[in-house]
């Protein structure tokens, strides 16, 4: 027969019985320290002042028995034993009182009046409390030199064992019936606060598996300032995430899609043109098909570099180098492009040397992408600056243009995938929406960022930060 397993506690019942086992484990210590305090210590008290009492009554008995002789007097008239252990000398006990009232001098707030007893040389009980243990001190009476009898207490813990059976077993129930309202109560608090944590955490777990089924709008509404609520606020800033990534996901295989179908139709629309014999195979045929398969391998190309940089599998070789010289070089290449497409160049305030811990082709190609989109999206006649200045631990790379500018709500947009803010430009510019996140790969490999905004010359402005190399930094 097949035992059924038993399903696990949820984190609701584990969090109550912990709460209550807790509660109840305190109330059960908390009751056996305060009855080993009090026997030990309440207790302990009465009997150390009770053997202070000892003190006064060795004289005094020393004196009744030099003064009789023997201890007969106190067999015969028990009354003389209470005169001589009373607290103050000289102190009448009332006139009703007899041996088996068992009431006590109001000033004996020991009780070790009731807990004396004296026994003679032969061990034998004279007056006093009858039953006598081995575990009370005991005080010898000397009279001349000889001992005559000993004053023995009896502790406190005795006399109670023997003859408080009815106050114990009220102190008893009185702990049990504490220690069931105090387990009432803690298990009403240990509910309670299981609830109110648990609640949110209930919440996130829905809104999580929600998530996991592809419900990116899920949302968890909890307003809480501790931890559960920094969870509810990171969860939410979670699906965001995984909203707008799934977003740019299906943007980016639409783009890819449209920038691959576009040339593979030219491609094959020339092919078939060219199979059915309704255009001729010459020069002109042939460099169309060899500026469309350009196109596609650029695009592979970029595709590859930007796939390999959000890995981090593009390769960097960092060498100390200058950046002024790489940017000259860079610059020097694309200064008659520039000009033949009627635009001016300028390059402003290049420090020299500009230090820096770097990869030389790959700042390159970052800097091809930067000039190369502002040569295409600028209009003729126009102008593109080019700046080199330090900002304290950093090197600032600026690349600023002439109109057109790009839409304030744009921007923020430029460095992500196949973005382009005129989508119908992209065939003549000849771009496929990847260098300027490419760009940005490059930028932070390098330990900078990369930032675009309005340009005063009206159009953008690319800025590139890079961190200078370490111990060049100056004062």
């Given at each position: 027969?097949?035992?059924?397993?038993?399903?696990?506690?949820?984190?609701?019942?584990?969090?109550?019985?912990?709460i209550?086992?807790s509660?109840?484990?305190?109330?059960?210590?908390?009751?056996?320290?305060?009855?080993?305090?009090?026997?030990?210590?309440?207790?302990?008290?009465?009997?150390n002042?009770?053997?202070?009492?000892?003190?006064?009554?060795?004289?005094?008995a020393?004196?009744a028995?030099?003064?009789?002789?023997?201890?007969?007097?106190?067999?015969?008239?028990?009354?003389?034993?209470?005169?001589?252990?009373?607290?103050?000398?000289?102190?009448?006990l009332?006139?009703?009182?007899?041996?088996?009232?068992?009431?006590?001098?109001?000033?004996?707030?020991?009780?070790?009046?009731?807990?004396?007893s004296?026994?003679?040389?032969?061990?034998?009980?004279v007056?006093?409390?009858?039953?006598?243990?081995?575990?009370?001190?005991?005080?010898?009476?000397?009279?001349a030199?000889?001992?005559?009898?000993?004053?023995?207490?009896?502790?406190f813990q005795?006399?109670?064992?023997?003859?408080?059976?009815?106050?114990?077993?009220?102190?008893?129930?009185?702990?049990w019936?504490?220690?069931?309202?105090?387990?009432?109560?803690?298990?009403?608090?240990a509910w309670?606060?299981?609830?109110?944590?648990?609640?949110?955490?209930k919440?996130?777990?829905?809104a999580?598996h929600?998530?996991?089924?592809?419900?990116?709008?899920?949302?968890?509404?909890?307003?809480?300032?501790?931890?559960?609520?920094?969870?509810?606020?990171?969860?939410?800033?979670l699906?965001?995430?995984?909203?707008?990534?799934?977003?740019?996901?299906?943007?980016?295989?639409?783009?890819?899609?449209h920038?691959?179908r576009t040339?593979?139709?030219?491609?094959?629309?020339?092919?078939?043109?060219?199979?059915?014999?309704?255009r001729?195979?010459?020069?002109?045929?042939?460099?169309?098909?060899?500026?469309?398969?350009?196109?596609?391998?650029?695009?592979?190309?970029?595709?590859?570099?930007?796939?390999?940089?959000?890995l981090?599998?593009?390769?960097?070789?960092?060498?100390?180098?200058?950046?002024?010289?790489?940017?000259?070089?860079?610059?020097?290449?694309?200064r008659?492009?520039?000009?033949?497409?009627?635009?001016?160049?300028?390059i402003?305030?290049?420090?020299?040397?500009?230090?820096?811990?770097?990869?030389?082709?790959?700042?390159?190609?970052?800097?091809?992408?930067?000039?190369?989109?502002?040569?295409?999206?600028?209009?003729?006649?126009?102008?593109v600056?080019?700046?080199?200045?330090?900002?304290?631990?950093?090197?600032?790379?600026v690349?600023?243009?002439?109109a057109?500018g790009?839409?304030?709500?744009?921007?923020?947009?430029?460095?992500?995938r196949?973005?382009?803010?005129?989508?119908?430009?992209?065939?003549?510019?000849?771009?496929?929406?990847l260098g300027?996140?490419?760009?940005?790969?490059?930028?932070?490999?390098?330990?900078?960022?990369?930032?675009?905004?309005?340009?005063?010359l009206?159009?953008?402005?690319?800025?590139?930060?890079?961190?200078?190399?370490?111990?060049?930094?100056?004062?």
């Open positions: 027969m097949k035992i059924p397993r038993l399903r696990p506690l949820g984190i609701s019942a584990r969090l109550f019985c912990a209550l086992i509660a109840t484990v305190s109330i059960t210590v908390s009751g056996v320290v305060t009855r080993l305090a009090f026997e030990r210590g309440f207790l302990g008290y009465l009997n002042l009770a053997e202070e009492r000892l003190s006064f009554v060795l004289p005094r020393a004196q028995y030099a003064s009789h002789g023997n201890w007969d007097f106190l067999r015969q008239q028990p009354r003389h034993w209470f005169e001589l252990i009373r607290p103050t000398a000289g102190e009448e009332p006139a009703d009182w007899t041996p088996e009232s068992g009431l006590s001098p109001l000033s004996d707030l020991t009780g070790a009046m009731l807990r004396l004296l026994i003679d040389v032969q061990g034998q009980w007056a006093g409390y009858r039953n006598l243990t081995d575990r009370g001190p005991r005080r010898a009476i000397m009279v030199g000889q001992t005559v009898g000993w004053i023995v207490l009896e502790p005795s006399v109670a064992d023997g003859g408080d059976q009815r106050f114990q077993e009220g102190q008893r129930m009185a702990g019936l504490a220690l069931g309202v105090g387990l009432m109560l803690a298990a009403l608090v309670t606060a299981a609830r109110q944590l648990v609640r949110p955490i919440q996130v777990a829905r999580t929600a998530l996991a089924q592809g419900d990116h709008a899920v949302k968890v509404e909890i307003e809480r300032q501790d931890e559960v609520g920094q969870l509810a606020r990171d969860f939410n800033h699906a965001l995430t995984l909203s707008r990534n799934a977003a740019s996901r299906r943007e980016f295989i639409a783009d890819i899609s920038e691959l040339p593979l139709s030219v491609l094959r629309s020339e092919l078939q043109l060219l199979a059915d014999g309704l001729p195979l010459d020069q002109s045929a042939i460099q169309s098909l060899l500026d469309e398969t350009e196109h596609l391998s650029a695009l592979v190309s970029d595709l590859d570099q930007l796939a390999l940089s959000d981090g599998a593009m390769r960097y070789h960092m060498v100390p180098l200058d950046l002024s010289d790489v940017l000259e070089r860079v610059t020097e290449s694309h008659s492009r520039l000009v033949q497409g009627g635009l001016s160049f300028a402003d305030g290049v420090e020299r040397p500009a230090p820096l811990e770097g990869d030389e082709a790959r700042l390159r190609q970052m800097l091809d992408n930067l000039i190369e989109n502002a040569r295409r999206y600028t209009d003729a006649p126009g102008q600056r080019l700046r080199l200045a330090s900002t304290g631990p950093d090197w600032q790379i690349v600023e243009d002439s057109p790009v839409p304030a709500h744009d921007i923020p947009r430029l460095f992500e196949f973005f382009r803010v005129d989508r119908s430009r992209n065939r003549a510019a000849g771009g496929s929406g300027l996140a490419i760009c940005r790969n490059i930028a932070l490999a390098h330990g900078g960022d990369i930032a675009a905004s309005a340009s005063p009206g159009g953008l402005r690319i800025s590139v930060t890079l961190p200078r190399m370490r111990g060049t930094i100056s004062s």
